[in-house]
């Protein structure tokens, strides 16, 4: 089964400009997930869809950040405008239920912003 | 609000050491367990979880961890390691709803000599 596809792989902008990611899930999963995974710590959940409504936006930063997931199936991450502080990696995650029981991660996505 | 505690950040073993990360918890109610690894430039890999039943888990490749509810820990064992297993390793639970978000420690690095 195909995995998890995200791009681009690295990305590297200036501060106050925008950025935008892109997920496409396992064929079938129901639930994706966008994590952000800054350097030295642990990945934190942004969001999270069931098909296309969302689930948990709740540590997302909704003044800058913003997804969307057309049809259920892929999903765009977008940032605008960038700060220093969203170099990180953002990891799309999905699965075929809702619970952890078939998590597949994407390689995620390298931002730097200079 | 439930954490995720890795103590060890940075591990430096020989070929043949023996291998155990610790893993803490804070949260009170049904966790699900979770050990991921991260081989560079890879994404996530799912190494082990623990749901229900039998508190020893095995994993793959040699890993097995073992949860220990009295002291909201599961930590990761592996009798002897291979310099393959340089990676990152994550521990991350579940608040064991159906809501499948992970929270994860910040990592542990793990660098194995040959």
């Known amino acids: 089964e195909a995995g998890v596809a995200q791009s681009p792989r690295y990305k590297i902008i200036e501060k106050r400009q925008s950025v935008a990611f892109w997920c496409n899930p396992i064929s079938g999963h129901a639930t994706l997930y966008w994590y952000q995974q800054i350097l030295g710590q642990g990945p934190k959940l942004l969001i999270q869809?069931?098909?296309?409504?969302?689930?948990?936006d709740s540590q997302l930063p909704k003044d800058r950040f913003s997804a969307e997931r057309l049809k259920g199936v892929d999903s765009t991450l977008k940032i605008q405008p960038a700060k220093l502080e969203d170099s990180a990696v953002y990891l799309c995650a999905s699965n075929p239920i809702r619970g952890p029981y078939g998590y597949t991660f994407g390689s995620g996505t390298r931002l730097t912003v200079v | 609000a439930q954490s995720v505690s890795q103590h060890n950040h940075h591990v430096i073993l020989s070929e043949a050491a023996s291998l155990e990360l610790g893993c803490n918890y804070s949260?009170?109610?049904?966790?699900?367990l979770f050990w991921y690894v991260q081989y560079p430039g890879q994404h996530l890999q799912l190494l082990l979880k623990?749901?229900?039943?039998?508190?020893l888990v095995k994993g793959i490749k040699g890993f097995e961890a073992e949860f220990i509810k009295s002291k909201f820990s599961f930590n990761l064992r592996k009798p002897s390691v291979q310099w393959s297993d340089t990676a990152e390793y994550f521990c991350a639970i579940d608040r064991g709803s159906t809501l499948g978000r992970l929270y994860f420690g910040r990592g542990t690095q793990l660098t194995v000599w040959p």
């Open positions: 869809f069931q098909n296309n409504g969302v689930v948990d």
């Open positions: 623990y749901f229900s039943g039998d508190p």
């Open positions: 949260y009170g109610g049904t966790v699900n």
